[in-house]
């Protein structure tokens, strides 16, 4: 594959643009996609690069053939990658399950837009659920939660590494507004940043003859006895705890001794970020927490910030009816401190939001 | 007792025998068309085999292949997928009537209408049996099935589907299709062939609907299923060779 870019580029491009790019850098060798709104130009940017870097792509007749086919690619030992949003995500669920009962690097952007149902085309942050937990599994994903255009470049790239590295579907999740926005950033040749590329690697059509220098590889997704799943979920349960801990990111400010605490994660972290310096100006004392990934969650790195914190309060603010705020609830179970909302269901969330809602609750 | 193990193809995995198909079932005797049509044509390394849910996940270790397990219906775009990424595969996806004509029915017609190069083969027994006999697309009018207990009523519920009549209709010259049954082995292997050269010449999408028993669920003998197979499937369904791009060339192509 001819190399994506010979020196790193300042661009100012949208998040869908970025997408394309950096799955390019990524080399990514396939995309299969389905048309939905707000994901739309990462296939319109993907389709106009991919035939100058010799990688492929097929528009499927749905979203569950869209899943599929990356199922089957990678299998086959080739990064392939899909994105989706909204109704594309919730068809998506059957295939993802697939890459879960698996373990298929699959790796899936998200650009969240308003539900329930068809809902907006424009933006939410109501796929939190979905993307982490969707599917008749445990969540054995890993969801990153990006919230501006050079962490979609970095977390993409990452995205593909991670997924090949551990072999659980792995997601970006992003949102209508991160989509289609543009915004300055930095794209690069991840090998040139001493990023290590997990090399692809096929699970099925191997070489050697079969019976001489292999055994037949046989893939199995269905299990007759209830004892053969119980062991299948219980060891991917084993993987998935043990490599949280190399996994899971976060990004905390100013929670030392903090009256209280603003918890968001994606584009809303912004506001949050503002809002929490803001507040500091105006001798509110109020820290920022936000994990990168929803899955695994950081747990233990927020129980640690509300323990060095003076809060008895913390606020969760999101563009959803309480997705974050269940996530929150049930990861740092236990912790005494009283829990706020700010949910602002598929609507944007700025600072002045924050700031009011802080201030009337202090 | 048994003294000489049959013969059976190379291709087969042998742990996995004998296998766990219901007796009377029409499956072994594709999968031993299959087997022995691979092993002719050489390709067993480079085969991939991809099975459905329903009875045909039970082939998911049957051959001395690289196979996947799919879902429901699924296991078109997983097929699709496979031979985009790695052309130089040989994909063969096998899947049930339900599957491949309920369920994964905007796969199927799909596939056919881009003319992906992979080879899909449907065994139509005109019910669900892995789940217990329900009816089916295929399943005839006035059969009685677990969800048509009085017999299929074709004013409540439609016609029949015929899947090779429609897949005829969708593809282009350079597709292979035919309708096979297991009750004449050799123009199954005939057809078997034919829709794995096709995929390996590089011409198109290739499908072969084999019509198959299921005496298990139709609560038949071995002489109502075989009447069953052979006159009223066979009347309802034609057997035969609906697209053929490789013309009569083949030496194999002769009389079954």
Request: glycine share 10%; proline share 6%.
């Amino acid at each position: 594959m001819p190399q994506v870019m010979n020196e790193p580029q300042k661009a100012f491009i949208t998040g869908n643009e970025t997408v394309a790019w950096a799955a390019l850098a990524a080399g990514a060798e396939i995309m299969f996609g389905y048309p939905i709104t707000p994901q739309n130009e990462v296939m319109h940017y993907w389709t106009r690069l991919a035939p100058k870097y010799k990688r492929g792509f097929l528009q499927t007749e749905d979203e569950i053939s869209a899943g599929f086919t990356v199922c089957g690619a990678v299998q086959s030992g080739k990064k392939a990658f899909t994105a989706t949003a909204g109704p594309g995500n919730v068809l998506m669920q059957e295939p993802f399950g697939m890459a879960e009962g698996m373990r298929l690097p699959l790796v899936a952007v998200i650009q969240q837009r308003g539900g329930p149902s068809s809902g907006t085309v424009v933006y939410s942050q109501q796929e939190v659920t979905l993307t982490t937990y969707g599917g008749n599994g445990e969540g054995h994903r890993i969801v990153y939660s990006t919230s501006n255009h050079q962490e979609i470049y970095d977390y993409v790239i990452k995205a593909f590494n991670i997924a090949w590295k551990y072999r659980f579907p792995t997601f970006v999740l992003g949102d209508g507004y991160q989509a289609k926005m543009r915004e300055p950033l930095e794209m690069y040749n991840p090998e040139d940043r001493g990023i290590e590329m997990v090399q692809p690697y096929p699970l099925i059509g191997l070489p050697g003859n079969i019976g001489k220098d292999r055994e037949p590889q046989h893939l199995c997704n269905i299990y007759s006895l209830e004892e053969e799943l119980y062991d299948v979920v219980m060891k991917i349960s084993k993987e998935y705890e043990s490599i949280s801990r190399e996994i899971v990111e976060f990004e905390e400010k100013e929670c030392d001794g903090a009256d209280i605490l603003v918890v968001s994660h994606g584009v809303v972290s912004r506001a949050a970020d503002d809002a929490v310096k803001a507040l500091r100006k105006q001798g509110i004392k109020a820290g920022y927490f936000r994990p990168i990934t929803l899955r695994p969650f950081p747990a233990q790195q927020l129980r640690e910030a509300i323990a060095r914190s003076n809060a008895r309060k913390i606020l969760i603010a999101e563009s959803a009816y309480g997705q974050l705020y269940r996530l929150v609830r049930q990861e740092i179970y236990g912790e005494t401190v009283a829990m706020e909302t700010l949910f602002m269901p598929g609507v944007g969330i700025i600072d002045y939001d924050i700031i009011n809602k802080v201030k009337g609750i202090l | 007792m048994q003294t000489v193990a049959p013969a059976v193809p190379r291709s087969w995995y042998l742990p996995t025998k004998p296998h766990k198909f219901c007796p009377g079932c029409g499956h072994g005797i594709v999968l031993k068309a299959l087997g022995e049509t691979i092993d002719e044509l050489g390709i067993q390394d480079q085969t991939i085999f991809g099975c459905d849910i329903g009875c045909s996940l039970l082939a998911w270790n049957f051959f001395a292949c690289d196979s996947t397990q799919t879902h429901h219906g699924r296991t078109t775009p997983v097929m699709v997928g496979i031979k985009r990424a790695r052309p130089e595969l040989i994909t063969i996806g096998y899947m049930g009537d339900g599957g491949g004509y309920s369920i994964g029915s905007q796969h199927l017609l799909n596939a056919a209408v881009r003319n992906e190069k992979v080879t899909l083969i449907l065994v139509n027994n005109t019910n669900y049996g892995m789940t217990g006999g329900q009816m089916a697309p295929t399943t005839l009018p006035g059969q009685k099935t677990e969800t048509t207990p009085y017999g299929r009523d074709v004013d409540l519920t439609g016609y029949p589907t015929k899947g090779p009549e429609f897949i005829a209709q969708v593809t282009p010259d350079s597709a292979y299709v035919a309708r096979a049954t297991v009750s004449k082995y050799k123009q199954l292997k005939r057809f078997l062939r034919n829709a794995l050269r096709n995929q390996m010449e590089g011409n198109g999408f290739s499908f072969v609907e084999v019509l198959s028993t299921c005496p298990t669920n139709w609560r038949t003998n071995a002489q109502q299923t075989w009447h069953f197979l052979e006159d009223e499937m066979e009347h309802y369904f034609p057997v035969g060779e609906l697209k053929n791009p490789l013309g009569k060339g083949d030496a194999a192509n002769v009389a079954d």
